[in-house]
């Protein structure tokens, strides 16, 4: 048959030509010659194999007989000449978590520890092509370790949170989210091949904020602390608000202030306001949980006031996702306290907003 | 009855010397159980944390009287 080869190589330099531009040219991989006889017809003895005359083939004296004839013919004069050594035949891929494998492919060991592989690595596996790249590294998802703020809580753990109103779910339960790590044997006898899929355990530690009542009890002494600031810096002409952050550690479990704010000083006629520096982002385990400001005393003012946080205070600690902590007097009457009340009057903690999310 | 207009005229005489309303923000008048509800908002930028309006001045819808001048809680 290599005769053959060579009379037709030799007799027809256009069909070496056309083959040599196979072996560079990956799309025609499946073109090939026929030897004589093998489907040809008038006066060209053999013509050129594709895919097209294969199928025709086929289909016109069945598969088996073409398979027959190929599996009869090893000569490469008969079977398709792939312009590549080792055609791309998948010999094992994935779907969703698991790894299949072609029956009789050996030579993947799970064991093998992962490396270091760069994107320049693609071209490398690709000039590999029949050489299953089974040292690449199996990525390690199992490891993945995701930390959720409240705010990514699943669905149900308000009831749980509730339950320890007052109190952060320090102790909240780390769920199991299932990460699954590819394992298992594969017989290099190139007969048995097996896929197991062992669940390997990754963790998804879930972070629950401290609520107002809790933020209240840890941080007392600073608040009022701010309070009596507030009264001290009234004038009978002045007036202004302070405030801060206040942040926990979910680790260690302690509170902190921080970006303390004076406010500016406004007269008696004019609304106070306080813009609390940005709200510091969170940094490992420390949250920035809760606003905190005072309210301003009316001793000194022509007009009373309500009490309480007001619809700004909501939606501001609602825009920045913090519990909100407003230290004002108690009402006098109907939600309100009048002018020239006391400066010493009984005062108190409001919350504007109970927790960060 | 005095109208609306009117007693928004009231609230911003009632006012002076005691409240300075915001420049430019918005009045709103309400009328309930013949009492007129003249506030004046107080427009603040996002993250900021004072009181919702200047001044609410309840007034006496038929006789016009000032009821109530309040400041917001602030």
Redesign the interface.
Known sequence: MSDHATQHINRNPDIVEANLEQENSPEQTNSALFAPGFGATGDNPRQRVTTSNILSLQKTIGNRAVTRLLEKNQSSYLRPQLSHTVPLISRAFASGPDLFFKRGEAGFNFDTKPQTRTEGDEDEAAATEGEGDWNAPIEDEADTRAELKAGQRAEGDEDEAAATEGEGDWNAPIEDEADTRAEGTLENSGRKSEIRRVSATGTIQRVTFPRYAAIVAAMRSDFDADWQATLAATTKTSRREQGFWVQWDSSSKAYSVTGRAIAPTVDNATGATINLPNKPADAGNVYTIASFHTHTPTANRAVGRPVGPSGADISADATDNVAGVVYDYVEAKGGNIPAGHPLNSRAQLYSSRDQRT | MISEEVAVQIAKEAIV????P?KDAPIETALIDDQYIVTFV?V????????????QVTIDADSGDVLD??????
């Open positions: 010397g005691k409240l300075t915001q107080m603040l930028p996002p993250g900021t944390r004072g009181p919702d309006f200047s001044a001048i309040l400041a917001g809680a602030d």
